[in-house]
């Protein structure tokens, strides 16, 4: 099955919800992603990522934004959500803001500062899970570059 394929299904699942199961669940935000992944409607996927949804945290949201920016060709608006992500960043946040600053950067082909973003999250509490780093779709851009090999290679 197609992602196009998918998207459509998906899209179908999620007519049978009203408005207000909508925004008691992910399921709008899903669907924003596979949009524009699939191209099958980017002005209605940024409408719905620029919502404040009221289950997604906004900077898993935002940072969706800025890799649609990215995908879309507005790499300036891109760095203003990595912008808006870092001003936001706190020491409660376990290092999540510089992680999705981190995908938006490895999308823009801005290995060296993707990398250190990543790095950064680690050392502001992000969970090092091998496998979140080296299985991201959003980091692929990553996997040949010697510093984000070592950064995810297995510490001893």
Do not use: C, W
Not at 26 to 33: G, N, P, T
Not at 41 to 70: C, T, W
Not at 71 to 85: H, M, P, S, W
Not at 144 to 153: C, K, N, Q, T
Request: aromatic share 12%; charged share 30%.
């Amino acid at each position: 099955i197609s992602m196009f394929n998918t998207y459509q299904r998906f899209a179908q699942f999620v007519k049978q919800f009203d408005e207000s199961t909508l925004e008691k669940t992910m399921l709008r935000f899903q669907l924003a992603v596979m949009m524009y992944k699939t191209k099958d409607d980017i002005s209605g996927a940024e409408k719905i990522l620029q919502q404040n949804l009221l289950v997604i945290p906004r900077p898993r949201r935002i940072h969706q934004l800025g890799i649609f920016y990215v995908v879309t060709g507005r790499e300036e608006k891109a760095n203003e959500i990595i912008q808006d992500l870092i001003s936001h960043e706190n020491p409660f946040d376990n290092g999540v803001p510089s992680y999705y600053a981190a995908k938006i950067e490895a999308e823009l082909g801005h290995k060296e500062k993707s990398v250190d973003y990543l790095s950064k999250a680690i050392a502001n509490g992000m969970e090092f899970r091998q496998e979140l780093f080296e299985f991201d779709a959003d980091l692929k851009n990553l996997l040949d570059y010697p510093p984000f090999i070592e950064l995810v290679r297995p510490k001893e």
